[in-house]
């Protein structure tokens, strides 16, 4: 825990005589009054000075006192002068500056007429602490409770108005809610914070205290899930795109549908052309949870025949169960057109590590071949760390040919990955020739394949 505290210096406020007109209309006798600035809950001494039409003191006179309490005016102990013409009455004052209001009235005689005086008693502010106290630190996807007190220097509890901001790196403050410090001088805010968030609260200052603002107080959003180490010597890959939207629901929670018309415009002229093997009628859109290197639960999606989505579904959640990652589940077009591919551009996406499915384009390498990808029915997963030995050389990166990963990275059919992708029909088909590929089996045919792509590797 963390603790965040601010204090304002008081300011004393002296409140000097303020002469008030008689409520008799004939001119001459004055009454003032004055006091000093108190804390609540403090004393102060509130002096009278009545004197006649001259000037003169006038002595032995009974000046009654009242106060305002509640907004009706509630009698005090009258007082009487002294041969200087002034007397005085201690008066306790409270928080409400509405009720630390006194009034004098002087009844007049026949030598001197009657005459009124009112004082506001100006409240010495004491001095307030304000504090928030929260973890530094929340999983993703938990909540985590912020915990504001107010009070004074003293420890007496304050009940107020509290604001409560939040930023994002390198962003302005923002204010999240506002809270109302109980007598307890107490409030509690429950926040789910989803990225790195620094955190204050900003209390105005009252008629009878100090307010302040708390340092920054900030609160590290966690990854639920383990990271992925890779070996120093790993090339990162040359392509990088933005981390997905956060995972949707609970566990891998896959949701298939047909094609959005927002989807399918962005699809067309791109991984899909006049001339596919398929249209829109035969495919599906996956859209799925998984955990991405960072430990974080993403929601991807991918496009693919309906014969193999399911697969394909069944295949990616047992992945997300058994925390094994990927760098992206992007739609290929999220990539542009290739015109060396004549369709999505998959270098592009191997580049960044993409994995994806339906692509209506030519084999990688081999140009003029249609690859297995256009009828929807392969899936390319991790493409960076899993290489693809094309017409041309391995791509994206050579560097991964000859090294594994337990989670990411896979060089032989008992990888965990490979046999989670086997069991739900999903063929590891070109092994160490193409290592990221993967095809749906139906009753041990991969079906369909292109004629060029049955006697060689085609991706």
Known sequence: MRLGVATLGSLAFLIA???????????????????????????????????????????????????????????????????????????????????????????????????????????????GVVTLTAPGSVVDGRAVR???????????????????????????WRRVTRLTTGQQGTATYAVRPRTDTWWRAVAPQLPWVTGG?????????????????LPRAAPSPRNHVPPQPRAVGQ????????????????????????????????????????????????????????SAIGQMAGALADLYRGDYPLRSLYRVDRFGY??????????????????????????????GTLSPHAYGRSIDLNTWENPYRSAQGIVPDSWWQGHSDPRVAWRSASHAVVRIMARHGLRWTYGLGDTQHFDAVVQGRVLPLPPACRHRICD
């Open 251 to 306: 566990g891998a929670n896959p949701v298939i549908t047909r094609i959005p018309d927002r989807i399918w415009s962005q699809m067309v002229g791109v991984s899909w052309h006049s001339g596919c093997p398929v249209g829109r009628s035969g495919l599906r859109l996956l859209r799925i949870n998984y955990w991405d290197y960072s430990g974080y639960r993403r929601r991807g999606e991918l496009v693919a025949a309906p």
């Open 17 to 127: 005589s303020v002469p008030v007109a008689a409520a008799d209309p004939s001119p001459g006798t004055t009454l003032t009054m004055s006091a000093p600035a108190a804390p609540e809950g403090g004393s102060t001494a509130v002096s009278l000075q009545l004197e006649s039409a001259d000037g003169t003191p006038l002595a032995d006179e009974q000046v009654t006192l009242q106060r305002r309490t509640a907004g009706a005016w509630t009698d005090l102990d009258p007082v009487t002068t002294d041969a200087d013409g002034t007397a005085t009455e201690s008066v306790t004052l409270t928080r409400v500056p509405d009720d630390n209001v006194v009034r004098a009235t002087f009844a007049g005689d026949a030598e001197d007429a009657a005459a009124t005086a009112t004082l506001s008693v100006a409240l010495q502010r004491r001095r």
């Open 338 to 367: 290739s015109a060396r591919s004549h369709g999505g551009n998959d270098y592009a996406s191997m580049a960044a590590g993409n994995s994806y499915a339906f692509d209506c384009r030519d084999v990688t390498g081999n140009p």
């Open 213 to 229: 603002t708390t340092p920054a107080h900030r609160i590290r959003n966690l990854p639920p899930g383990e990271p992925v180490r």
């Open 146 to 172: 912020l915990a504001v007190g107010w009070q004074t220097r003293s420890g007496e509890p304050v009940a107020g108005p509290v604001v409560l901001q939040r930023r994002y790196a390198g962003g302005p």
